[in-house]
């Protein structure tokens, strides 16, 4: 794909990696407005040192587009070089709004495709705009997005679950009441390793270190916590008859520690009681 020459029919078919990934980077990075008329604009903005990658975009996209450098001043730093790709084309625009980007403010509002796609692809596209990937401060690998999108959240963590066998529930931080979904050690190495891929189109410094991921290895010390086990509606019926936390344990081969804490979240409506209580 990336060495053949665009076309109009072509544009933004999410079956091609290179689209379905264009795609979920303009989801979660791009900008759609509308001017008078029939006017508008697609604008991305991204630091100057990725400037490759709105050049694949350029190359991908069969109207006309130009790139423009910017330089401002932001609150991490003086001076901030970054470039914007912009896209001024009714056809293109309207395309794109119609498979999923919406005009104006779209963080919450965001899904994935209602069409077919690729959707490693897709996904590498909204971590590469939205998501980082490299070692923490301990040195540990991992992979992770932060999205206000309660649907794009939801369909990493079941996609994600596949690749790594580990389930994460998502919930809303706080503060600023947005989903940080995170994955480390050996969840990360799997999920890099599955999205980005040999040859597959993403942001070069994000493709290198999801690369580094590969080399670390688990030391003998550091013990693998299991997976935590999730309660299932028949288990809570099971707790709320026994009313026992020690007689539920031996029922449900759990800890009473578990069962004397489920059943408080139960009774105190921390948690939903199941459905025929």
């Not at 400037?51 to 991908?60: A, G, H, N, S, Y």
């Not at 690749?163 to 050996?186: F, H, M, P, Q, S």
């Not at 690369?211 to 935590?228: F, H, K, T, V, Y």
């Amino acid at each position: 794909m990336a060495d053949c020459e665009p076309s109009v029919h072509q544009f933004m078919d999410l079956t091609v990696p290179e689209y379905a990934y264009m795609f979920g980077f303009l989801q979660a990075d791009g900008h759609l407005a509308k001017g008078a008329g029939q006017k508008g604009r697609l604008t991305v903005e991204i630091n100057a040192r990725d400037v490759e990658l709105l050049r694949r975009f350029q190359k991908l996209t069969p109207y006309y587009s130009s790139i423009t450098e910017r330089t401002r001043s932001t609150n991490f730093a003086k001076t901030h070089n970054s470039v914007v790709w912009r896209l001024c084309s009714l056809e293109a625009r309207t395309k794109l709004n119609e498979l999923g980007l919406p005009y104006g403010r779209k963080s919450k509002t965001i899904t994935p495709p209602g069409v077919e796609f690729s959707d490693r692809d897709y996904l590498r596209g909204v971590i590469d705009a939205d998501g980082s990937v490299g070692y923490t401060r301990q040195g540990l690998p991992f992979i992770s997005l932060t999205t206000a999108s309660t649907a794009i959240g939801a369909y990493l963590s079941s996609y994600a679950v596949k690749i790594t066998g580990v389930e994460r529930t998502i919930k809303r931080n706080a503060r600023d009441d947005i989903y940080n979904i995170l994955y480390w050690t050996e969840a990360a190495q799997a999920l890099s390793e599955h999205l980005y891929y040999p040859g597959c189109l993403s942001l070069e410094r994000k493709r290198t270190a999801a690369d580094s991921l590969a080399a670390w290895i688990r030391p003998a010390d550091m013990r693998i916590a299991p997976d935590r086990r999730r309660w299932e509606e028949w288990e809570d019926r099971v707790l709320l008859r026994l009313n026992n936390d020690a007689a539920a344990a031996t029922e449900l081969g759990r800890t009473e520690q578990s069962c004397y804490m489920r059943l408080w979240r139960l009774r105190t409506g921390r948690v939903r009681l199941p459905r025929d209580q």
